[in-house]
């Protein structure tokens, strides 16, 4: 399947290739390789008005879920830096340079919303934006309920949807995500390019959560 697959990333097919098989651990449906080729499609048009290597772009998006950890996990907040080291390993398997290879590893690091770590290189602020516009619009709000079934939350409080009178707890509801973490997204775009697609995408996830709430 991956040999099929690779061909999505033109013009990075022998890359692809080579690190899809070590792309992706565990079952989680939204991040999977249909993420990794949404993230790669949205870092290339990212890079189109940016620029940047594209080269360590593509090995940063193609290695960026590598190692796979639980939303409700305590690790979740290592997970890049686990995903970085791993794919340092997997790079210098392959005979990359060093320079190359921290370029990549920093991308990762920097792309998670959980570390908290500051993108300090064009690569890493386009692979933060690219994999943050997976997170919103109407990709966001399927991802979002995905993982909520996935974790065993609810769909919403019933007796109060909109948190009017009680605390946000997205851990129990899928909807009040929405207000604790997605609609916080498009505030922290690196990049031109990224900032413009992301309004586009928040107007539609808001539009989602009209949408939802009129049917409740």
């Given at each position: 399947?991956?040999?099929?697959?690779?061909?999505?990333?033109?013009?990075?097919?022998?890359?692809?290739?080579?690190?899809?098989?070590?792309?992706?651990?565990?079952?989680?449906?939204?991040?999977?390789?249909?993420?990794?080729?949404?993230?790669?499609?949205?870092?290339?048009?990212?890079?189109?008005?940016?620029?940047?290597?594209?080269?360590?772009?593509?090995?940063?998006?193609?290695?960026?879920?590598?190692?796979?950890?639980?939303?409700?996990?305590?690790?979740?907040?290592?997970?890049?830096?686990?995903?970085?080291?791993?794919?340092?390993?997997?790079?210098?398997?392959?005979g990359?340079?060093t320079?190359?290879?921290?370029?990549?590893?920093?991308?990762?690091?920097?792309?998670?919303?959980?570390?908290?770590?500051?993108?300090?290189?064009?690569?890493?602020?386009?692979?933060?934006?690219?994999?943050?516009?997976?997170?919103?619009?109407?990709?966001g709000?399927?991802?979002?309920?995905?993982?909520?079934g996935?974790?065993?939350?609810?769909?919403?409080?019933?007796?109060?949807?909109?948190?009017?009178?009680?605390?946000?707890?997205?851990?129990?509801?899928?909807?009040?995500?929405?207000?604790?973490?997605?609609?916080?997204?498009?505030?922290?775009?690196?990049?031109?390019?990224?900032?413009?697609?992301?309004?586009?995408?928040?107007?539609?996830?808001?539009?989602?959560?009209?949408?939802?709430?009129?049917?409740?």
């Amino acid at each position: 399947m991956t040999g099929d697959l690779s061909i999505a990333f033109s013009p990075h097919e022998a890359l692809a290739e080579a690190l899809l098989p070590q792309a992706t651990e565990g079952d989680d449906g939204s991040h999977d390789t249909a993420h990794i080729l949404r993230v790669f499609r949205n870092a290339m048009r990212i890079h189109a008005h940016e620029g940047g290597d594209e080269r360590v772009l593509a090995a940063a998006v193609l290695l960026h879920d590598c190692v796979a950890v639980e939303k409700n996990s305590p690790l979740r907040a290592e997970a890049s830096r686990m995903a970085a080291a791993k794919a340092s390993t997997v790079l210098e398997e392959l005979g990359w340079e060093t320079v190359d290879i921290t370029a990549v590893a920093h991308a990762i690091t920097a792309h998670s919303f959980s570390a908290k770590v500051q993108p300090e290189t064009i690569e890493a602020k386009i692979l933060q934006d690219a994999d943050r516009l997976d997170a919103i619009g109407m990709i966001g709000a399927a991802r979002c309920f995905y993982i909520a079934g996935r974790m065993g939350s609810g769909l919403y409080d019933p007796a109060d949807p909109l948190a009017e009178a009680r605390p946000l707890d997205d851990k129990s509801f899928a909807i009040d995500h929405f207000e604790t973490k997605l609609f916080r997204l498009a505030e922290g775009f690196q990049t031109a390019t990224g900032r413009h697609l992301a309004q586009e995408r928040h107007e539609r996830l808001k539009h989602v959560l009209d949408l939802f709430l009129d049917e409740i």
